[in-house]
């Protein structure tokens, strides 16, 4: 079993910077690539950022494009989210998660969607005040 842990989040006034990380437990596993997802109150789970495994391709949401950057430490399993110029409407709790190698390693759109991704971390909030 998979297991990702998530730290890195907290208060933060608006126009900070905050950097998330997540690592997964299992090194033997093979991934397709990881991702970061986040709940406001009252809303419901989105798409932020994702990266592949292999290649280090990156996709954003347009409300985080130019703010945010995923990245990867292949060798630590290991996903960040630096996060810049953060606005209140960025408060929410944040989840890392990985999507299983399924014959590509590369980037696919699949690691868009929300319902693709096979493990979750806890999450962890991130609050940011005006």
């Known amino acids: 079993q998979v297991q990702l842990v998530e730290s890195g989040g907290g208060l933060v006034q608006a126009g900070g910077s905050l950097r998330l990380s997540c690592a997964a437990s299992?090194?033997?596993?093979?991934?397709?690539?990881m991702g970061w997802f986040r709940q406001a109150p009252g809303k419901e789970r989105e798409f932020v950022a994702t990266?592949?495994?292999?290649?280090?391709?990156?996709r954003y949401a347009d409300s985080v494009k130019d703010r945010f950057t995923i990245s990867r430490d292949s060798a630590k399993n290991t996903v960040y989210l630096q996060m810049s110029s953060l606005k209140p409407e960025d408060t929410a709790v944040y989840y890392c998660?990985?999507?299983?190698?399924?014959?590509?390693?590369?980037?696919?759109?699949?690691?868009?969607?929300?319902?693709?991704?096979?493990?979750w971390g806890q999450g962890t909030q991130v609050t940011v005040s005006s």
């Open positions: 990266i592949s495994w292999t290649g280090g391709n990156t």
């Open positions: 299992a090194r033997t596993f093979s991934m397709h690539g």
């Open positions: 998660a990985a999507r299983r190698y399924r014959g590509n390693y590369y980037y696919t759109s699949d690691l868009l969607e929300i319902g693709k991704y096979d493990y």
